[in-house]
């Protein structure tokens, strides 16, 4: 049965990853479909909803306080609603009902599908609903249809994560892994491609590992091939752990013209050490000899990766070695994190004495070699031609073009005279690069031949 909320206004506030912004992608689809109106402000919304993200402290504290603040919001009509999913809703359940005070609904990572179902059951009983039961199994992967760009689409080939790295707690909120149906994922590329969608982002928490729940086979390397017959322009994916990236994988990236020669590969740490403590199950060697395969297949290929400094245990040996091998492998972007404890993993129960300013002395050190590192790549398109897919203008200034590079570096140039903004976004466009910064580059549009 189909609700409808006919003329009800709504918000959802997304934090974390790329599972949320999908997830969101799906919770507008879903309340579009039932005639409500999605607005930009939260004092114009009847219902708020948030698909939270609980890997860091900061994120846990986040929703805390904006969910306090909205108390002093007033809604448009009397009462609003609001609903909490995603991962601390998963995590929390019903606890978040009293810690939060005026929550009206809560779901879980696996209930995003059940949304409308709470808000009907709320607005009829005037209680408030939890949903958190786990049905994978019957996972409901509708194809949203509302996208926050026309021209990109998120593509979850699987949902979550069998590794449990010792820090994370993606796994409890999560789930393991389930790969989806083969068959399913090539329909929803090609239905994306046929709709105008030029770049598809492949979603899993460990993409390498697909078809390992469905005997083995077909593998991640028949993903992108097939999804790279499909007609797409830009295929990316995240998250590729290295312990999985198979030669065959490789091999399958680098044949595929639509793989873009971009490949972001968490490393976390430079030194054995902490990696082994991690529950990582690679070694240094092991991840460099993987850039140098990657390389050898594809020689201009761009890395990015994430770092965590101040794991329980980690000495200025190990900080150093991690400092090492982002010189070594020459990022071209990197996600840098200070390690946070979560209650409920192995690492919440480790003991450490490193002090709080001596792990933010090193992160201050290690932002400065990214970027020194940033800068370096980015230096190698100077006076290049580069494709640019147009994403729409700058935040800042209006009259300035933003798009990105196969790279995946933004670039900024100028909207060309006489042409409209409408006819250039989720079009790919060369473009000569003429300056080049640690987080953008500068250049024109040349004309296409
Ligand atoms: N599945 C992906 C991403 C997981 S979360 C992967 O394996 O790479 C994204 C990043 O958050 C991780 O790569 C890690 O660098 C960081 N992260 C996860 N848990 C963390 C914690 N407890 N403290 C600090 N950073 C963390
Ligand atoms: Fe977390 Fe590790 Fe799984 Fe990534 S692979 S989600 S870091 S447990
Ligand atoms: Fe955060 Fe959940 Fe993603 S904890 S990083 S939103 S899987």
Redesign the pocket.
């Known amino acids: 049965m189909t609700y409808s909320f006919d003329g009800m206004t709504y918000l959802v506030k997304t934090f974390g990853?790329q599972m949320n912004k999908h997830d969101t992608e799906r919770v507008e689809s879903m309340l579009d479909s039932r005639k409500m109106q999605r607005v930009e402000r939260e004092e114009l919304a009847d219902v708020i909803v948030f698909l939270t993200c609980c890997?860091?402290e900061a994120a846990d504290t986040r929703l805390m306080g904006q969910v306090a603040s909205l108390k002093n919001v007033p809604a448009p009509h009397g009462k609003r609603i609001i609903a909490v999913g995603g991962c601390i809703g998963q995590r929390d359940g019903e606890k978040l009902i009293d810690t939060l005070g005026h929550v009206d609904i809560v779901f879980g990572t696996h209930n995003v599908d059940e949304l409308p179902a709470l808000l009907e059951e709320t607005l009829q009983a005037h209680q408030a609903c939890v949903s958190l039961r786990d049905h994978s199994e019957t996972a409901n992967y509708e194809i949203p249809f509302h996208r926050e760009h026309s021209f990109h689409a998120w593509l979850p080939i699987m949902k979550g994560?069998n590794?449990f790295?010792t820090?994370?707690?993606?796994p409890y909120v999560r789930g393991r892994e389930i790969s989806r149906p083969f068959e399913e994922i090539i329909r929803e590329a090609e239905i994306l491609v046929s709709d105008g969608v030029k770049e598809i982002t492949l979603l899993g928490?460990?993409v390498n590992s697909y078809g390992r729940d469905l005997y083995g086979a077909p593998r991640f390397a028949d993903i992108l091939r097939r999804v790279g017959e499909t007609g797409i322009q830009r295929l990316r994916f995240a998250?590729s752990?290295p312990k999985d990236l198979s030669d065959e994988t490789i091999a399958a990236f680098a044949e595929t013209p639509a793989c873009m020669p971009q490949l972001h590969l968490?490393v976390?740490s430079g030194s054995d050490r902490i990696l082994k403590a991690m529950n990582r199950n690679y070694t240094v060697s092991h991840y460099l000899s993987l850039v140098e395969k990657m390389r050898y297949a594809l020689p201009d290929i761009s890395f990015s990766t994430?770092?965590?400094v101040g794991f329980p245990g980690e000495n200025e040996e190990d900080f150093k070695a991690t400092l090492e091998l982002v010189r070594t492998v020459g990022y071209g972007q990197t996600?840098t994190?200070?390690?946070?404890?979560?209650a409920g993993?192995p690492?919440a129960d480790l003991l450490d004495s490193t002090s709080a300013s001596v792990i933010q002395e090193r992160f201050n050190r290690l932002v400065e070699v990214v970027q020194e590192s940033a800068y370096t790549q980015n230096l190698k398109e100077l006076n290049q031609v580069v494709d640019v897919l147009i994403e729409g203008t700058s935040k800042r200034d209006a009259t300035m073009l933003t798009g990105k590079t196969p790279k995946n570096q933004t670039v900024h140039m100028p909207l060309p005279e006489d042409v409209s903004i409408d006819d250039m976004v989720g079009h790919i466009i060369p473009v000569k690069i003429e300056e080049t910064r640690t987080w953008y580059l500068r250049g024109h549009g040349i004309e296409m031949a």
């Open positions: 990853c890997v860091r994560c590794n790295c820090y994370c707690i993606v928490q460990n998250t752990h968490p976390q994430d770092l965590i996600f994190f200070i390690y946070s404890k979560r993993t690492a």
